[in-house]
């Protein structure tokens, strides 16, 4: 098994294969490009009951700093 050659032609569709599998992995070529969003800003904004419970939160460390500096 060791002693026998590879053949020419098996290691260049071998090396033809390896290249073009890399390359469809890289950048597929029967799969449909993803579009981006029209309004990128649109599908980033947060809900409302996210922004609240920010706020609470925040206020919240914001009392509980006040009231660690005044002690």
Same mark, same amino acid.
């Given at each position: 098994?060791?002693?026998?050659?590879?053949?020419?032609? +098996?290691?260049?569709?071998?090396?033809?294969?390896? !290249?073009?599998?890399?390359?469809?992995?890289?950048?597929?070529?029967? @799969? =449909?490009?993803?579009?981006?969003?029209?309004?990128?800003? +649109?599908?980033?904004?947060?809900?409302?009951?996210? !922004?609240?419970?920010?706020?609470?939160?925040?206020?919240?460390?914001? @009392? =509980?700093?006040?009231?660690?500096?005044?002690?």
């Amino acid at each position: 098994m060791f002693g026998r050659r590879i053949p020419f032609n +098996q290691i260049a569709v071998a090396t033809l294969a390896g !290249v073009m599998g890399g390359v469809y992995i890289y950048r597929p070529i029967f @799969e =449909a490009p993803r579009k981006p969003p029209t309004a990128p800003d +649109q599908d980033l904004k947060p809900d409302s009951e996210e !922004v609240q419970r920010a706020e609470t939160a925040q206020q919240e460390v914001q @009392e =509980a700093n006040s009231s660690v500096t005044k002690d």
